[in-house]
């Protein structure tokens, strides 16, 4: 398990693929990786956790298209309390819940959306991407991946909370998680706690115009979705 979190945090790290391939592409890739490489009983542990999220309700209960987004204000890679309010009178907000660095899926969905940060820019839209991680984890992973964008630190998962996307992590789960990214150093805490990894688009309104809610931490919403969300908003 440790080797294959190495092969696939190497990868993303590199950015091999991302400039010249989409999202999608890129996250089929990962996940033949995964495939490959990873021991049977670890993708049935896997498989099995994504299940039980599933089952959990939380899809159900989690903010969606037509509610209002509730207001935060979270801590930022620098140490900046950054209001979403604040920054939606600039414009749609682009939210993105992200499991943590140590996530090679987050970290390539962060890369693909830097990459398409201008476009997302010109279609009037801004990107603030939230983790349950320690601000020095946070402000470790915008300088890895040279993110432009709003990383910001929600320890305890309480912002998720209040969007309804917190879940705990099985324990057979935690196990592979502490062997390959010891989740509680980066959360600081013992809660094991993650947040799914959902997308948002919000109007200036604060009404939320687009969600991507998906149960499986390897399927996320592409910057082309993003972007046609935001030019529909301008028209």
């Known amino acids: 398990m440790v080797k294959l979190i190495a092969v696939l945090l190497m990868l993303c790290m590199s950015g091999l693929g991302y400039a010249d391939s989409s999202l999608s592409e890129d ?139 917190a879940y705990t992590v099985p324990d057979y789960v935690v196990d592979h998680y502490d062997l390959s990214s010891k989740l509680n150093e980066h959360n600081g805490d013992n809660e094991n706690r993650l947040p799914l990894a959902v997308t948002y688009v919000i109007g200036r309104n604060g009404v939320v115009e687009y969600a991507f809610l998906d149960a499986d931490y390897k399927n996320r919403a592409t910057p082309e979705e993003i972007i046609a969300v935001l030019e529909d908003l301008n028209q």
């Open 27 to 165: 996250l089929d890739r990962f996940v033949k990786e995964y495939i490959e490489t990873a021991p049977e009983d670890v993708q049935k542990d896997f498989n099995k956790g994504v299940e039980e999220v599933r089952e959990s309700g939380v899809l159900d209960k989690a903010i969606n298209v037509g509610d209002q987004a509730p207001e935060f204000n979270l801590i930022n890679a620098v140490g900046k309390y950054i209001s979403l309010y604040d920054q939606l009178e600039n414009g749609p907000v682009v939210l993105v819940w992200y499991r943590g660095g140590w996530c090679p899926y987050c970290n390539l969905q962060l890369q693909h959306i830097q990459s398409k940060l201008a476009e997302i820019h010109q279609a009037g839209g801004q990107v603030i991407a939230i983790s349950p991680e320690l601000p020095d984890k946070t402000l470790t992973t915008k300088e890895r991946h040279l993110l432009e964008f709003q990383l910001l630190s929600d320890t305890g998962n309480k912002v998720a909370d209040l969007y309804k996307l």
